[in-house]
């Protein structure tokens, strides 16, 4: 390999130099810079050989720095000319230099500078003020922070308190003197087995931030909800030193979202008293519309005969009471067998199988219901001294079902299965059920039914109907 050039070498050197390098002449101008100065400075190459050295040192420092160029010149040392000044970078703000110059030779001086910003700003006065300062303002703000905060010593056994801050002692009426030294969990009263303790111990033993809300109590014995935020500490070393703990009383947020919760479930029981609950859930969501058709329904409407004259004869409170305890009877029935109830009309009652959720037997639901509904009469008979009676239709096939409007939501059904199964009651006989052919027709074997005819039913014509008996 042939040997390097004296050019080849410099080249080398100054490529290979972590500090910032340069050759200049007698006329402050440099000739030669490595890209060091470029990542310092923030200036291209070209920008810094362009203008006079001088035009980048600060004006503060440009008589010192003369004065030391003078007297080298003057008396050329023995060894490299040292000293330090501001250096001018692109952005406006100056960087410290120190500097170790060769004597000149025929005019060309070679230098190194190191860039000493951080530890001339760290060893200077405005540096260890500005520190103290911002140690006070720290320390103000924990003093004057409304969250308590504490500091417990990792080193130690058992993780002591070395520092409460005023919050932690208005918080829970303890002073710093009582706590220091001692191990916060003090604060758990009896309550050290609750479930959120084995989260806060699995992160003190991982050194890692854990964030909890516990049962705590007071120095007078009054429980309180903390939340509580730990965050580990560690030296330069990554050894784990310190758990720093800021923790808020937020009992009045915690019995906010309790009652909350309960004023919730209060609503969402009324509306599940009003709606089917996935007609509920689609009317919580807004999910489009909340009508749907269904193929395979079973309906029944079911009227308490001679009502009208019978409540007649009562005060309307009186009237209220028996319906409510009638029909209180049916809904019994409805949530037995599976079947939606509708709503009520007057002395009228109307439930359907098969929705909103849809099913094979809700036609076997609905008359098993229907069979039971008598009896249920004839136990109000038999209690109040009374003598009413049902008369009770069914229909079934294809209903469209759901919520329309924006206020007062009902749950209702539509269809002309809706329309016979009220035919089916309204013309049919007290203490009877009357269901269409089709009915019939599906029903399974074991149900006895008994054929009345064909009948004129209204704004349907002519129709053979059956008597629902029994069931086997």
């Given amino acids: 390999m042939p040997a390097l050039n004296a050019d080849d070498r410099l080249q080398a050197f100054f490529d290979l ?46 008589e010192m720095t003369w004065e030391l160029e003078q007297q080298s010149a003057e ?22 230099l120190t500097w170790r110059w060769s004597p000149p030779r025929e005019g060309i001086c070679l230098g190194i500078a190191r860039d000493v910003t951080e530890r001339q700003w760290r060893g200077s006065s405005d540096y260890r003020n500005t520190v103290r ?64 303790l084995d989260d806060l111990r699995a992160a003190i033993k991982a050194g890692e931030s854990c964030t909890v809300i516990l049962r705590n109590y007071r120095k007078d014995g009054k429980f309180f909800w903390n939340e509580l935020a730990i965050s580990p500490i560690y030296d330069d070393r990554g050894i784990l030193t310190h758990f720093v703990g800021v923790q808020s009383d937020v009992s009045d947020r915690i019995q906010a979202e309790q009652a909350l919760r309960r004023e919730k479930h209060k ?89 909103p959720i849809p099913r094979e037997d809700s036609l076997e639901a609905i008359a098993n219901m229907a069979l039971e509904m008598p009896d249920e009469i004839q136990k109000f008979n038999d209690s109040t001294g009374q003598n009413l009676q049902l008369r009770i239709g069914i229909e079934t096939g294809v209903v469209v079902a759901g919520v329309i409007g924006i206020k007062k939501f009902i749950y209702d059904l539509w269809g002309d299965t809706v329309n016979t199964a009220s035919r089916m009651e309204s013309q049919g006989q007290p203490g009877k059920i009357q269901v269409t052919e089709r009915v019939a027709r599906l029903l399974p074997k074991k149900y006895i039914l008994e054929r009345r005819g064909i009948i004129s039913i209204k704004g349907k014509g002519r129709m053979t109907t059956y008597w629902l008996i029994g069931s086997q």
């Fill in 75 to 96: 008396h050329p040392p023995r060894c490299p000319l040292q000293y330090k000044h501001r250096f001018l970078c692109k952005n406006g703000s100056y960087r410290w």
């Fill in 133 to 196: 300062e911002a140690v006070k303002l720290r320390d103000r703000a924990i003093e004057a922070s409304t969250v308590g905060i504490v500091i417990a010593d990792a080193t130690l056994p058992d993780m002591p308190l070395i520092y409460v801050n005023p919050a932690f002692e208005r918080i829970t009426g303890y002073s710093a003197a009582e706590v220091l030294g001692t191990n916060c969990r003090f604060l758990q009263g009896e309550e050290n087995q609750q479930p959120v």
């Fill in 267 to 355: 609503s969402d029981r009324l509306l599940l008293n009003i709606l089917p609950e996935t007609i509920a859930e689609q009317l919580k969501e807004a999910r489009g519309t909340l009508a749907e058709q269904y193929s395979n329904t079973a309906i029944l409407f079911a009227d308490l005969v001679g009502f009208t004259p019978f409540s007649a004869q009562m005060q309307p409170l009186e009237l209220v009471s028996i319906l409510n305890d009638i029909f209180s009877r049916f809904d019994r029935l409805a949530e037995k067998h599976g079947v939606e109830k509708i709503k009520t009309i007057g002395d009228a009652y109307l439930a359907a199988g098969g929705l």
């Fill in 17 to 62: 130099c972590p500090d910032l390098a340069c050759i200049r002449d007698r006329d402050g101008y440099f000739q030669e810079l490595n890209g060091v100065w470029e990542q310092v400075s923030g200036w291209s190459l070209p920008e810094l050989r362009s203008r006079s050295w001088w035009d980048f040192i600060h004006p503060d420092d440009v």
